[in-house]
């Protein structure tokens, strides 16, 4: 289930939004990424030809299983890497920024072992 980073960044949005305003539309996703319409109308149309969203009729954009799970992956693993960060003296602006390259290339199981030391402390 490997996607481009800049998917993964467009799910995780999604994912954000949705929890955010109870419900996301393409301009929700062009406003909070400041990208184009157009841009943001093109990978929407790709997210749904590859099964990630669904787009009702009135332009409401929903995650399926498959795009939710990899737009959870990427939300713990910012939420979980910013936290790490910050308590190593990071300040938070810096560790979120941070937090959102990481999160994209880290591998599984450096992840895990950075969860179970955040767990243990």
Do not use: C, Q
């Given at each position: 289930m490997k996607i481009q980073e800049s998917a993964e960044h467009y799910l995780e949005t999604l994912l954000i939004l949705k929890e955010r305003n109870?419900?996301?539309?393409?301009?929700?996703?062009?406003?909070?990424l400041g990208y184009s319409r157009p841009s943001v109308s093109v990978a929407v149309k790709q997210f749904r030809e590859n099964g990630y969203v669904t787009v009702d009729e009135a332009g409401y954009i929903e995650l399926t299983g498959t795009g939710r799970e990899i737009a959870e992956k990427m939300y713990e693993r910012h939420k979980t890497l910013s936290s790490l960060l910050e308590r190593m003296g990071v300040s938070p602006a810096t560790a979120v920024r941070d937090a959102c390259r990481i999160e994209h290339v880290i591998s599984d199981e450096s992840f895990d072992k950075i969860k179970e030391f955040m767990k243990g402390k």
């Open positions: 109870g419900f996301v539309r393409s301009i929700d996703l062009a406003n909070e």
